[in-house]
């Protein structure tokens, strides 16, 4: 049984993957909380390694939060980047494994709307997470070459599952406090990957090298998932408020940004990011057996 080093095991993905992946690897967890079997934080300075490792799943990553400040700002770069890179030296002292996989994220392409988008897309990403992402793709792009690794780099959507942080956590608990209304009746397709899917992938693509989107063959309406996490929750229906409604709540909500400076709950950049479509191709992990 290959071995495998799983970063970010006990966060939201870690937590859903773990267990799914230990039937197809010997999987040692690394990560800040006690219960990993590595306990280091990548931040701070290369962890120290028992032994060589086969494949190395970094999913350990910093998202789901707006930086108000400087100093939160950085946060994305000292855990996405610098905990990456940190990593990787760790790895040059017990050898380099034979494939390096490396979860990040759609955001890389900048884009609020569109559809069936690749991986050919420039990275436009300008947000401090979509950046950071992109700079530690770039950094294992070098790495992996210098050292003779295969690298997959995996770019995923929202991901879908029990305990979601973010979006999908907000959305939850505003469905359990009745706080909580699709707009327009939440007819926008996104495309999301269930996180439990994430560990079918990865012994598929541990064979591969690329970049792949992967994300659900069916895309969604954003009305699907918020009746998902309804269900999970025990709530049998979910409230919607018409367009013309929210546009005017956009409306009052730029305003009061432009005068305290404040960001508001709806806006109109935020409404015509909720009520587009995103979606992304995945023609080309299908091609290659991926999904």
């Known amino acids: 049984m290959e071995k495998m ?3 970010g095991a006990s966060g939201f993905v870690g937590r859903h993957i773990l267990p799914l992946l230990s039937r197809s690897y010997a999987v040692t967890s690394l990560g800040r909380s006690a219960v ?4 280091a934080d990548l931040t701070v300075c290369p962890p120290h390694l028992p032994h060589h490792y086969d494949v190395v799943l ?3 990553g910093k998202a789901h939060t707006l930086p108000r400040t400087e100093a939160e700002r950085q946060q994305f770069y000292q855990v996405n980047h610098i905990g990456t890179v940190n990593l990787c030296h760790a790895l040059e002292c017990v050898g380099a494994p034979k494939v390096f996989i490396y979860l990040s994220t759609v955001a890389v392409y900048g884009c609020d709307s569109g ?6 897309h420039p990275l436009n990403g300008i947000t401090t997470y979509a950046h950071s992402k992109i700079l530690a793709e770039q950094y294992l792009q070098g790495w992996c070459e210098k050292c003779g690794v295969r690298l997959v780099i995996l770019r995923a959507p929202l991901m879908i599952g029990e305990g979601a942080p973010g979006n999908l956590g907000a959305m939850e608990r505003g469905i359990v406090c009745h706080r909580f209304a699709l707009i327009g ?9 269930r996180v439990e899917h994430l560990a079918e992938i990865v012994p598929l693509v541990a064979q591969k090298e690329g970049i792949y989107n992967v994300c659900e063959a069916c895309h969604p309406t ?3 998932i918020a009746r998902e996490v309804a269900t999970r929750v025990g709530e049998h229906s979910v409230p919607s408020v018409p367009l013309w409604l929210a546009r005017l709540l956009a409306w009052c909500g730029d305003a009061m940004q432009m005068l305290t400076g404040h960001a508001m709950p709806i806006t109109s950049a935020r409404l015509e990011k909720m009520t587009s479509n995103l979606t992304f191709s995945i ?5 290659d057996g991926v999904l």
């Open 5 to 7: 080093l799983l970063t």
């Open 36 to 39: 990993n079997d590595i306990v």
């Open 58 to 60: 970094h999913v350990c």
């Open 115 to 120: 559809e069936e988008i690749d991986e050919s």
């Open 185 to 193: 009746g939440g007819n926008s397709r996104k495309s999301v990957l």
């Open 222 to 224: 954003f009305a699907d």
């Open 283 to 287: 023609a080309k992990a299908r091609r």
